[in-house]
């Protein structure tokens, strides 16, 4: 088994630099886009044979590190009891969101096993196809980032309504963070039990918080979900971006890894994040345009900062654009391997 | 004269800290939508008379410690060539983006002082009727802001395009970057010589890249146009969002005052930056919808944060917006100055 990944979790030595793209099963590819042609997002994930063969494409396709189960962050907001529709070309729309503290109230905690256990299918399928080839990623929304999609509705520039709610109402917003880190947690352990031998917690916006607002509202629901899910032992990636500002307090919330974005230099994020915690990234999405001499230079740098130390596993810095070459996907990651290759 | 925002540029001794807030001549205010009602932004820019009514309307109603012209980072483009329309609920559009190499070498570099003669204008106007109350800003987008906007036609939120000049195509950036950094340099020092007595260079979307890609494709064209800017002797406010992982980068380009958003910490920032440059921000604008203690609780915070050191304008890590409670401002405004007195 090429055990890369799992290795740099724990930041044992590895033979070359382990890489996973975030949404690497995605529209850039050619069949990914013929397998939308005839189902819709929801499908593919409620369907495991759907969930794997997408799960499987980049897999097949580049000489990858992990594969990660094809879900999204927002079915467990479905199995609380909102009605989640993914509405083409504008994402995912919250067709109920939560507008009062009786909404909140009205949310349950569903058992992820039951409710979710499509996914738990696809991640017990997936690993029988993969037959330890390569590593299996399971992953969850981190609580702040769920319950920005919950008040919102979908997408938000300002996240006027969720910080509304974080600031006025303390008493539903604590009972929806606790509802939700309970439920990622269970969801992130459940995916564990299936068989994910890592984890990502997905925390995208919680770079729209101040430090004292992070520590404040999010960090003890976000370090909660965390400590369940490590109760499986498997290692967690705890990932957002926009964050150079609080690196430490997404340290401080958990992860055996720390995912960063292509905003704050590797080095200086690992010099901060300090030696005991392996780091994720930070390839910018949009330098994958860019021509190959471009982009091996930004490969060099980022390998460079990392200094060969181990604990690294190169990524984005946020999920693949669709748009993106679908031939410089297979040169970055051959790229990664051969730069960083240990003699 | 009431010179506390000069001071604080100068990070000399104040009575109490200087506040103002971006976009503070704004939708919030009904004085100003009863002004959009009769006129489009463009008219309201390019009458000096309009522009000055609406520029004095947040300095009648608050304390605040500078007023700001109004006007807006998109008319040098006009300027330049490119075709520019405020579209109501879609914001700012460019009908004809670059697109090509051809494009780049067509735009030409305006003098300021008769294209943009409509903002010299206004700031001699705004000069008279403010009769030393308070000092004037005077501002321009960064040429990189700009740039992005003359690319990608308007709003944007991975800069495909953008980067996609940058990475792939390095002489028309040049040549744009050239060409955009003369200009705003030109500006800025023209709105110096007609009254402006402090300048704000808003390079809003420079956290949208690495520190790499800004070292080498950003800073040397900002540092240029802040050169030219500062040949006035007039003090100058870099102004950028999301740049927790490049502020070092931000203070190298220049500005005798670094403006950061609410994502890091203040006193983090400017132990970062040094103490021989000002800081200001970083209020979350979001805070502003929060109930008054919890307001009181972050303006405090902020306030503890800069120690009583001179050398720091309070203001919000970005513009105001456009749903904010005006009644918050006004106890906003106080706040900062009562909590902040010197005895």
């Known amino acids: 088994m090429n055990d890369r990944l799992l290795r740099a979790c724990r930041r044992e030595v590895v033979d070359c630099t382990p890489i996973w793209l975030m949404r690497q099963a995605g529209r850039y590819m050619a069949e990914y886009r013929e397998v939308r042609q005839k189902h819709t997002i929801l499908d593919i994930i409620k369907t495991p044979e759907l969930a794997v063969q997408v799960t499987l494409q980049p897999v097949n396709a580049f000489d990858l590190d992990a594969a990660i189960i094809f879900a999204d962050i927002l079915p467990p907001l479905e199995a609380m009891g909102l009605s989640l529709e993914f509405v083409r070309g504008e994402g995912p729309v919250i067709h109920n969101p939560l507008r009062s503290a009786a909404d909140v109230a009205a949310l349950h905690v569903p058992d992820p096993r039951e409710s979710l256990g499509f996914t ?20 969850s929304g981190a609580p702040f980032t769920l319950a920005s999609y919950a008040i919102e509705g979908g997408a938000t520039r300002n996240f006027v309504l969720t910080k509304n709610l974080m600031f006025n109402h303390p008493q539903p917003w604590q009972e929806l963070m606790d509802k939700l880190s309970a439920l990622v947690g269970d969801y992130l352990k459940a995916q564990a039990e299936a068989g994910a031998q890592a984890l990502q917690l997905f925390d995208s916006w919680a770079g729209a918080l101040s430090p004292g607002d992070y520590r404040r509202y999010v960090l003890p629901y976000s370090r909660r979900a965390i400590q369940t899910a490590q109760s499986s032992e498997v290692p967690l990636i705890h990932f957002s971006t926009e ?101």
């Open 243 to 343: 964050t150079a500002g609080i690196l430490e307090l997404i340290k401080e919330a958990g992860g055996s890894v720390i995912g960063v974005d292509w905003r704050v230099g590797l080095a200086d994020a690992w010099r901060r994040l300090g030696q005991d915690v392996a780091i994720q990234g930070n390839l910018d999405p949009v330098a994958l345009f860019a021509p190959l001499p471009d982009l091996e230079r930004q490969v060099a740098d980022i390998l460079a900062q990392a200094g060969g130390r181990p604990g690294h596993i190169f990524n984005l810095g946020h999920g693949i654009l669709p748009s993106t070459p679908v031939e410089h996907v297979a040169v970055l990651v051959d790229m990664v391997h051969e730069m960083s290759r240990q003699e």
């Open 120 to 139: 738990m299918e696809a991640i017990r399928l997936a690993r029988r196809e993969l037959d330890g080839r390569i590593p299996l990623i399971g992953f």
